[in-house]
């Protein structure tokens, strides 16, 4: 077993989370534009300087390869590499690495040896344990590392030097961070007041009665909202921190068009079906005619098919949970269907049963058979454990020595597997050996211990499947494209004639909806742009150029419908926002909302002035009453009428017992209220519960909040999508 089988993976968290070795995308030269102009941002900027694109080609690179050696050891496909989380893993490397320079945070070798081998009082890393323990005294062997380390040091093979120095530099960036927020910990510190300040907003009490008239007793409509009035109400407002943009945006509107199936096509659909039901069953080569004429070529005639909601059920061999008892209680020869099964039609004919059910349990010993000498050491193990291993302490052997994660917390039992299912070797064993025999085989995975526990008779059935699914016939696809042709060409012409912005959008989204479609907006910030809701890359692409070309204006309309997969797109550049003070189009519909809200609150404000009791007020107000709550200073939720920090904070202003407040303009509506008592917060000797849990509290979130700020501070610009399709360079 290699130390990368536990470092090597191990070191892929470090991608996601903040250290790992600096990666890159393969792109040639990203230095120079198609027009061999440099490129003022390349893939990015960090504090102003362009990203290095070959450090983050290498940590793309090494994210896959950690990903494929995780698949390969839980035998799964390997996932996706995702891009995005490998970005922002490097940001925050950038950034930190930065810090590092900056507070001269470095590790030496004697400081890294110490603390991969857990001396000079570090403790041995987790993962070092697990993968390192002595198969005899069950403890982490130094010398097992040790071993495994000279051993790939000295390597022939290029690829497994590369493992140990890419591991290498994992745990040189883990101690180095490690170290840094060790730094930034000893900075966090609670005073006495705030200590006691806490401990008051906790235990202060205030029992109180309210009124509240809500803001939607009165309709917008009774609120003189005019254009002049709103922008009246923006320029007194306009430097409010809540109306500035915080990053530049764009925002495009945009319609998608399915197209369907016309009633021609369905008609032939259902033909079709008849015929393959009737084709199925005449077959005598149930192969040749599945992969003939289904959509999904696929046949075996071993493999077991389950209902969906079997929990032993794979990917791919499932049918309906409704078709289970028919399927069943068919016969060799027999045609089921046809019946839907996540959007296709299929039809089924049964060419068989597996009859035989198998329980077994293991102990894996990983080493693959190109590696002698891990068989080699593997074959050393399994001679030790075997003379000490029986039925009772089986259990305890697998928690202790299976390398199987699959297995492993079930006692390494697999229950109810069909031969096929599993490699020769380990099915024949199951097969054949007698129940509660203890033995061992050879497989391409390793050695496994094995124990065959049980055999029963089954009816699995085994399944020729043909599948169809109904699409828009080419004629029907054609007529729709040209009808969207049409609707663009229309689009165009009109907003073409329109001067105004704000006139170009409403007319698109007016056009749109008499077409009956929906257009729904989507916005792309530009230091950050991503695209969400569609299908493909291409369909993004075409969407970011709308956005962000150098020439692009509000109004402007896609060049042609977007084929995005199975549907088309139309849109429409709709907002551009730059950071900084809004202009009085970025905001308008919220400061129109707003506008109403302050018009409502001074109209209700001056309906519960003069209040001489809460009592009179209530019945001066239709379907108001009185109200009480308990409220503390660190809960500024309010009894009846939810989060209220601003109406909650007045109570403790200084308000007297029996005192009545003026009106109040909450987040619901406006307040009134009278402070009936207050219990004050008991004498404490000390507050050292409170400072320790906002110490602790403070310690705990430092790591997160210290690389988010640090991160907002270097001015991130993800280039990457502008940089490939040539919008921004």
């Not at 945006?249 to 998608?256: C, P, S």
């Not at 077959?283 to 969906?308: G, R, W």
């Not at 907006?521 to 969400?532: G, M, Q």
């Amino acid at each position: 077993m290699a130390i990368i089988g536990k470092i090597r993976d191990k070191s892929w968290l470090i991608l996601i989370i903040v250290g790992g070795a600096l990666v890159a995308f393969i792109l040639g030269d990203y230095q120079k534009g198609s027009t061999g102009v440099e490129s003022k941002y390349g893939f990015g900027t960090v504090y102003g300087e362009k990203v290095n694109i070959d450090d983050f080609n290498t940590a793309i690179n090494t994210a896959d390869e950690n990903a494929r050696r995780a698949a390969r050891q839980q035998q799964q496909a390997p996932a996706p590499v995702d891009k995005a989380k490998v970005w922002a893993s490097f940001i925050d490397n950038v950034v930190l690495e930065r810090e590092y320079e900056a507070l001269g945070v470095t590790v030496s070798d004697d400081e890294f040896d110490a603390y991969l081998y857990g001396q000079e009082g570090f403790d041995v890393i987790p993962e070092l344990v697990q993968g390192f323990t002595d198969s005899i005294t069950g403890m982490f062997n130094e010398k097992l590392l040790q071993a495994r380390v000279e051993e790939m040091e000295s390597s022939d093979d290029p690829g497994i030097q590369q493992q140990w120095l890419d591991s290498k530099d994992y745990y040189v960036n883990r101690r180095k961070q490690e170290k840094y927020f060790a730094i930034l910990n000893q900075g966090v510190y609670v005073t006495d007041l705030e200590a006691k300040n806490e401990y008051v907003a906790q235990k202060e009490i205030k029992s109180v009665s309210y009124v509240l008239e809500r803001f939607n007793t009165i309709d917008d409509s009774d609120v003189d909202a005019s254009e002049a009035n709103v922008k009246a109400y923006f320029e007194a407002n306009k430097a409010e921190k809540k109306y500035e943009n915080r990053e530049s945006l764009r925002e495009v509107k945009f319609f998608d068009v399915t197209i369907e199936p016309s009633k021609a096509d369905v008609k032939r659909f259902e033909d079709d079906l008849v015929a393959m039901q009737d084709g199925l069953k005449a077959a005598t080569n149930d192969s040749l005619y599945v992969m003939k004429n289904s959509e999904l070529k696929f046949f075996s005639s071993i493999a077991t098919f389950k209902s969906e909601k079997d929990e032993k059920a794979k990917n791919g061999m499932t049918y309906p949970d409704a078709m289970d008892s028919v399927i069943r209680a068919s016969s060799i020869g027999d045609v089921v269907g046809p019946f839907e099964d996540k959007g296709s039609m299929k039809i089924a004919k049964v060419i068989g049963f597996n009859g035989k059910l198998l329980t077994a349990r293991h102990i894996l010993i990983a080493a693959q058979r190109t590696d002698s000498a891990a068989v080699a050491k593997a074959k050393r193990k399994v001679d030790s454990i075997m003379p000490l291993l029986n039925q009772s302490n089986f259990g305890a052997f697998v928690l202790k020595h299976s390398e199987d994660p699959g297995s492993k917390d079930k006692g390494g039992k697999y229950e109810d597997f069909m031969d096929y299912e599993m490699v020769p070797e380990f099915s024949q064993f199951a097969s054949n050996e007698p129940i509660g025999k203890i033995g061992y085989v050879q497989t391409d995975y390793g050695f496994h211990i094995m124990e065959a526990l049980g055999r029963k008779s089954a009816k699995e059935p085994v399944l020729a499947i043909v599948q169809k699914t109904l699409k828009p016939s080419l004629e029907t696809i054609d007529q729709k494209e040209n009808e969207l042709y049409e609707l663009h060409r229309t689009l165009f012409d009109e907003l073409g004639a329109k001067d105004d912005e704000a006139s170009k959008i409403a007319l698109f989204d007016t056009l749109v909806s008499k077409a009956g479609y929906i257009s729904r907006p989507l916005t792309i910030k530009e230091n950050s742009p991503k695209v969400y809701g569609f299908k493909s890359k291409f369909a993004e692409d075409k969407i970011l150029k709308l956005a962000f070309d150098a020439d692009a204006q509000i109004g402007d309309l896609v060049s042609a419908p977007i084929k995005d997969q199975e549907r088309y797109v139309i849109g429409v550049l709709s907002s551009i926002k730059n950071k900084g003070e809004a202009n009085y189009n970025d905001v308008q519909l919220v400061i129109e909302k707003d506008y109403i809200q302050a018009e409502k609150a001074k109209i209700i404000s001056a309906r519960m002035s003069d209040v001489t009791s809460l009592k009179a007020l209530s019945k001066s107000l239709k379907g108001a009453r009185v109200q009480k709550a308990e409220v503390t200073f660190g809960n500024v939720q309010l009894t009846g009428a939810g989060f209220e920090p601003e109406i909650v904070g007045s109570m403790f202003s200084g308000l007297k017992d029996g005192q009545i407040t003026i009106p109040l303009v909450g987040k619901s509506g406006v307040y009134v209220a009278q402070i009936e008592k207050t219990v004050k917060a008991p004498e404490a000797a000390n507050y050292l519960v409170e400072k320790d849990k906002l110490l602790r509290d403070g310690r705990n979130s430092i790591q997160n909040f210290a690389t988010k700020s640090l991160v907002k501070q270097a001015d991130v610009i993800d280039n990457r999508r502008f940089f490939e399709n040539n919008i921004r360079r």
